[in-house]
């Protein structure tokens, strides 16, 4: 093939001073009879090596089996070939073109190689990477869960007081409520819904600061005075309401008799007078909304304030 193109001589000299792309020419019987400095440097293989050492270091697969180019007039073949070897320690990966005419195979290589060690590197380098950009996104990720469940504290919470807010309430007296209207529920509860009474005055009196440190104190207390199960909230300024589950409206009211209580007789160090709260309570009817409820409790309370203040009304 190369004699009917140039001369070999010329093609020789050429390829061992001048070219960078590994060369090898190979004969029917699978030998080797010609390979380039290129070829030589790449494989790291001795100044003058013996081509058939080469040939049993170098396994090609030169069946030409549905190759990739053919011109049928010119009687050349094309195909792709790729092989590996280990030399000095280092494997090196060999691709490139094989060309036939029915004489010879002239392989025209591209060649990367690794030893052992770059390839433990690499894969370090690539382990290294990788933990990087896992331990960046589980940091991102705790971050962002970190910040959105604050935002949903935020949304949920009552910022002063660390009471569940008005909006959290509703969603638990809801679902409190549907599990009390449930088919053959023997579930039953009710609420207690209380203001400061004369609040105003401590803000008025004593100052904001003072009336915050009431609040945040009120809300320890009645924490402490009512049961793990019940829930309470600060429901808008002064005023409070707690889910209570019990039997029947005296237990209830017996519930809102001991807060009322423990309010009154609570120590306030920064206030003169004893801090007293008016209180309204009612069960849930299983045919009403909770804005129903709440609008009955809220009654009952102010009814309390009509009749005098610091006691326990019902509807």
């Known amino acids: 093939m190369i004699d009917n193109i140039i001369p070999r001589k010329i093609f020789e000299l050429y390829h061992n001073q001048f070219s960078d792309m590994p060369l090898m020419v190979v004969d029917l019987d699978g030998i080797i009879t010609y390979c380039n400095k290129a070829l030589i440097r790449r494989l790291r293989l001795p100044e003058s090596p013996k081509m058939k050492e080469m040939s049993s270091l170098i396994q090609l697969d030169l069946s030409m089996t549905?190759?990739?180019?053919?011109?049928?007039?010119?009687?050349?073949?094309?195909?792709?070939?790729?092989t590996s070897i280990v030399s000095n320690g280092?494997?090196?990966?060999?691709?490139?073109?094989?060309?036939?005419?029915?004489?010879?195979?002239?392989i025209i290589f591209n060649t990367y190689k690794q030893d052992y060690e770059q390839i433990l590197e690499q894969v370090n380098q690539l382990n290294a990477q990788m933990s990087s950009?896992?331990?960046?996104?589980?940091?991102?990720?705790?971050?962002?869960?970190?910040?959105?469940?604050?935002?949903?504290d935020l949304a949920l919470h009552d910022q002063l007081t660390k009471l569940a807010n008005r909006?959290?309430?509703?969603?638990?007296?809801?679902?409190?409520?549907?599990?009390?209207?449930?088919?053959?529920?023997?579930?039953?509860?009710?609420?207690?819904?209380?203001?400061?009474?004369?609040?105003?005055?401590?803000?008025?009196?004593?100052?904001?600061?003072?009336?915050?440190?009431?609040?945040?104190?009120?809300?320890?207390?009645?924490?402490?005075?009512i049961r793990k199960h019940?829930?309470?909230?600060?429901?808008?300024?002064?005023?409070?309401?707690?889910?209570?589950?019990?039997?029947a409206l005296d237990e209830l009211a017996k519930m809102a008799e001991k807060i009322r209580h423990t309010v009154?007789?609570?120590?306030?160090?920064?206030?003169?007078?004893?801090?007293?709260?008016?209180?309204?309570?009612?069960?849930?009817?299983?045919?009403?909304?909770?804005?129903?409820?709440?609008?009955?409790?809220?009654?009952?309370?102010?009814?309390?304030?009509?009749?005098?203040?610091?006691?326990v009304s019902s509807l």
């Open 66 to 82: 549905d190759p990739l180019f053919e011109d049928i007039d010119r009687h050349i073949t094309v195909n792709l070939i790729s």
């Open 230 to 247: 019940d829930t309470l909230s600060r429901y808008g300024g002064e005023e409070f309401i707690i889910l209570v589950y019990c039997d």
């Open 90 to 106: 280092e494997q090196i990966h060999i691709r490139g073109h094989v060309f036939y005419d029915g004489n010879q195979y002239v």
């Open 167 to 225: 909006r959290l309430f509703i969603q638990i007296l809801s679902k409190a409520m549907a599990a009390v209207s449930e088919k053959d529920s023997k579930l039953s509860a009710g609420i207690i819904l209380f203001d400061i009474d004369n609040f105003k005055d401590v803000n008025d009196n004593y100052g904001h600061d003072s009336g915050d440190k009431v609040l945040v104190k009120l809300s320890r207390t009645v924490e402490n005075t």
């Open 264 to 311: 009154e007789t609570t120590e306030f160090p920064f206030l003169k007078s004893p801090l007293t709260a008016s209180f309204g309570i009612t069960m849930i009817d299983k045919d009403e909304t909770p804005g129903q409820l709440i609008k009955r409790a809220d009654e009952a309370m102010y009814t309390a304030k009509r009749k005098g203040k610091n006691q």
């Open 133 to 152: 950009i896992t331990r960046d996104s589980v940091k991102q990720y705790k971050l962002k869960s970190r910040q959105a469940e604050k935002n949903l």
